[in-house]
């Protein structure tokens, strides 16, 4: 599945991308352990941007507007609010390693967050990678109902919009499924990989 990163305090935000671009990811075994791995599936999620699936009742739900969808204003909050347990999700994968790194890639244009806002209050968001033409997502959170599934409703309408290829999600749940998520063999996603890193890096926020 991968192996430890060693000696964590080398890890820069440019080997972040490299391993990205070449199919790996990191994580910790928990919010608490200060050490990180690679982890590179034999089987990895996506969602085909173009067989994208809205349950109905979410489309209802996104056409009424009730979020105010907002794009890297709070990444910073964004992350450290995946990284929180709740009672649905006692543990969490997101370290204060990966927070750092993750933060250092924001301010370099590499990572984003897709944030739903009622008034004032950060009610849901996720948070991901962009690299060539394709999409890394890392984790989402949901303090109102649907909150960030609205999210992806909107990151995907996104990356369709700036000629993304490729939306990964590293693994696949029920909860993705309903969206269209599929299990694709590592060499399957490879190639899908090698097409997304020949494109120049799109832009997935406006300057």
Not at 95 to 100: A, R, V
Not at 158 to 162: E, G, M
């Given at each position: 599945m991968?192996?430890?990163l060693?000696?964590?305090?080398?890890?820069?935000?440019?080997?972040?991308?490299?391993a990205?671009?070449?199919?790996?990811?990191?994580?910790?075994e928990?919010?608490d352990?200060?050490?990180?791995?690679?982890?590179q599936?034999?089987?990895?999620g996506?969602?085909p941007?173009?067989?994208?699936h809205v349950?109905?009742?979410?489309?209802?739900k996104?056409r009424r507007?009730?979020?105010?969808i907002?794009?890297?204003?709070?990444?910073?909050?964004?992350?450290e609010?995946c990284?929180?347990?709740t009672?649905?999700r006692?543990?969490?994968?997101i370290?204060?390693?990966?927070?750092?790194l993750?933060?250092?890639l924001?301010?370099?244009g590499?990572?984003?967050?897709?944030?739903?806002w009622?008034?004032d209050e950060?009610?849901?968001g996720?948070y991901?990678?962009s690299l060539g033409?394709?999409?890394?997502?890392e984790s989402?959170f949901?303090r109102?109902?649907?909150?960030?599934?609205?999210?992806?409703?909107h990151?995907?309408e996104?990356?369709?919009?700036?000629g993304?290829t490729?939306?990964?999600?590293?693994?696949?749940?029920d909860?993705?499924k309903?969206?269209g998520?599929i299990?694709?063999p590592?060499?399957?996603y490879e190639?899908?990989?090698d097409?997304?890193m020949?494109?120049?890096d799109?832009?997935?926020?406006d300057r």
């Open positions: 991968g192996g430890h060693g000696d964590r305090h080398v890890i820069t935000p440019e080997i972040l991308l490299r990205y671009a070449a199919g790996m990811f990191p994580m910790a928990s919010a352990d200060p050490d990180v791995f690679w982890v599936p034999k089987v990895r996506i969602i941007l173009e067989t994208f349950p109905r009742s979410l489309a209802k996104v507007k009730i979020f105010d907002r794009i890297n204003t709070a990444f910073a909050r964004v992350i609010a990284a929180q347990a009672e649905d006692p543990t969490t994968w370290n204060p390693l990966i927070l750092t993750y933060q250092e924001h301010r370099m590499y990572t984003h967050s897709v944030e739903a009622q008034g950060l009610v849901g996720l991901g990678v033409s394709a999409f890394f997502g989402m949901s109102q109902t649907d909150a960030s599934k609205v999210c992806l409703v990151l995907v996104r990356l369709r919009s700036r993304f490729l939306l990964d999600t590293q693994f696949t749940t909860h993705l309903n969206f998520a299990d694709v590592r060499k399957e190639k899908l990989l097409a997304a020949q494109s120049d799109l832009e997935f926020a």
